[in-house]
């Protein structure tokens, strides 16, 4: 990196700031931050940040405020998470359409390439506590397991009927785990 104006660090910023106010224009944030650049220069910089950055970010974020969101939102004295799964469409690059993959239902070279998310959100506060990213054509559960390291026994976990399944089940109560899971319609649960 050399020096100038959008450093990794500023560029960050200027990323964050860029959230904060609502997703505005790339071309807006020059008046944001008081500094000059132009739209298509963040952009260039913004590309040339490395993704497992924004890992090591949110990694380094979740510890410094554990220990100030702990206590928020137990439940029954349990901490409580949210698992969830979405997904993010992005640029038509070969390199992510050779990662993630598209819809099926596009023909080859007429769409975007989309991720799946699977994020671990902290039920009393919202925070994000961990974001798994995979290609498309997966199933959630194939990917639940890469948040269990963050859960704690006593933990709570609650999810969606796309994650209840008796193995997924098998692995939270090895770690000690509590699940709240919805059951899917053609599931037959009796205790």
């Keep these: 990196w050399r020096d100038r104006v959008l450093t990794p660090v500023t560029t960050i910023q200027l ?17 944001l931050s008081g500094l000059r650049f132009s739209a298509s220069a963040y952009c260039q910089a913004r590309t ?8 090591l970010l949110l990694t380094r974020l979740c510890a410094s405020v554990q220990p100030h969101v702990s206590d928020e939102g137990r439940w029954h004295g349990h901490r409580t998470f949210f698992v969830d799964g979405s997904g993010c469409s992005m640029p038509d690059t070969p390199v ?3 990662t993630f993959g598209q819809p099926t239902v ?5 769409g975007f390439p989309v991720a ?9 506060t919202g925070l ?5 990213v995979a290609p498309l054509c997966t199933h959630d559960l194939a990917h639940v397991q890469k948040v269990h ?3 704690a026994p006593d933990d709570v976990l609650v999810a969606d009927r796309g994650l209840c399944s008796f193995a997924h089940l098998a692995l939270l109560v090895q ?7 919805r059951v899917g319609a053609r599931q037959m649960v009796d205790f």
């Design 175 to 181: 770690a000690g785990v509590h699940a709240v899971l």
């Design 128 to 132: 994000l506590m961990k974001l798994v």
């Design 149 to 151: 390291p963050t859960l």
């Design 106 to 110: 596009q023909r080859p070279g007429c």
């Design 15 to 31: 990323f964050l700031l860029q959230i904060l106010h609502g997703n505005t224009a790339c071309s807006d944030l020059p008046h």
């Design 48 to 55: 040339k940040l490395p993704l497992d950055l924004f890992g």
């Design 116 to 124: 799946l998310l699977l994020g671990l959100f902290h039920a009393g």
């Design 96 to 98: 992510l359409q050779q």
